[in-house]
């Protein structure tokens, strides 16, 4: 039997409506909990995750204590409940956090998929990660090049985006060039302000550590000591690719993450992400990791919305 200590305010807070939330954590960690004394009283199996029980609890707890809303959709994200049939392999997950946010949450690996993606990246200096929306591809990449930036690793983190018009011309948006590109850029920032405090981002943007910027603008550069992600990089051209990969300097690492269900490209031409993945395979160095749906760790429903999409494609 384990014990959690976590007031009894916090405890009606973190419960949900008919302890609706310990009912899920009993299910996602195989363990029986039990709230009649103070604190959580853990029953636990061969089969439990207590530090994974305790992890999520020690975040629903900061939220609550924040004056936070538990909804759902929240609870859901940090469950991460597997798919039915494939549990997560536990051992194979690192214990050890990438870093703390600024919340002082850990951030860990949460699936199988992400666990091979962290350890792809102290093996290799060029990691695709390609799978569809919700598997945290985007997150748990920044994530690691704020964790090389921090432990000085890297001398700065340069984030990439392809600025790809999806059914809304950049000539008719407001403002401009920085004002037209904001928004394709806008996911990374939301990823920065989730990890760094808002004064050390704005600092680290400042002097040029951390640099955020549609594609166009690595031409002709070389990127050295430097942690480099291309994000939605299914929307590359092959030419654009080969552009990116080829910027890579000494001592750096980069990430390219994309999901190749969602191309934007102009009908016919083939995504940079799909024939990169396909000429590069086998060349030492260069690491492939493939997330799917059982990897999504967003609402329950995103799972059976990319089933439904798979089955249609079939």
Do not use: W
């Amino acid at each position: 039997m384990e014990h959690y200590s976590i007031s009894d305010n916090l405890k009606r807070v973190v419960s949900g409506e008919n302890e609706t939330v310990f009912r899920l954590l009993e299910s996602r960690f195989c363990v029986e909990i039990q709230t009649r004394l103070p604190g959580l009283s853990v029953k636990t199996t061969d089969k439990s995750d207590v530090h994974g029980l305790f992890s999520v609890l020690d975040q629903l707890k900061f939220i609550a204590k924040r004056g936070g809303v538990l909804t759902a959709k929240e609870v859901d994200r940090l469950i991460g409940q597997p798919e039915p049939g494939e549990p997560v392999d536990l051992e194979a997950l690192p214990t050890a956090p990438i870093l703390r946010n600024r919340f002082g949450i850990a951030i860990t690996a949460k699936t199988r998929s992400q666990a091979e993606l962290v350890k792809a990246v102290d093996k290799n200096d060029i990691i695709f990660a390609k799978g569809p929306a919700g598997t945290g591809k985007t997150f748990l990449a920044v994530a690691l090049a704020v964790a090389s930036l921090e432990k000085r690793e890297a001398e700065r983190i340069c984030l990439v985006r392809p600025a790809v018009e999806a059914g809304e011309s950049l000539g008719f948006l407001p403002g401009d060039l920085k004002e037209k590109i904001a928004p394709y850029l806008r996911p990374i920032h939301d990823s920065l302000s989730e990890l760094l405090p808002a004064e050390k981002l704005r600092r680290y943007e400042e002097t040029g550590a951390i640099e955020v910027a549609p594609l166009a603008y690595m031409r002709g550069r070389t990127l050295k000591r430097a942690f480099i992600i291309l994000d939605e990089a299914q929307n590359t051209t092959k030419a654009q690719m080969k552009m990116f990969l080829t910027r890579l300097g000494p001592h750096s690492k980069a990430i390219i993450t994309g999901d190749t269900s969602q191309v934007d490209l102009a009908k016919g031409e083939e995504s940079g992400l799909k024939h990169a993945m396909r000429i590069l395979s086998g060349i030492r160095g260069i690491a492939q990791i493939e997330f799917d749906k059982t990897d999504v760790l967003r609402h329950h429903l995103v799972k059976d919305i990319l089933q439904a999409y798979e089955n249609k494609e079939k």
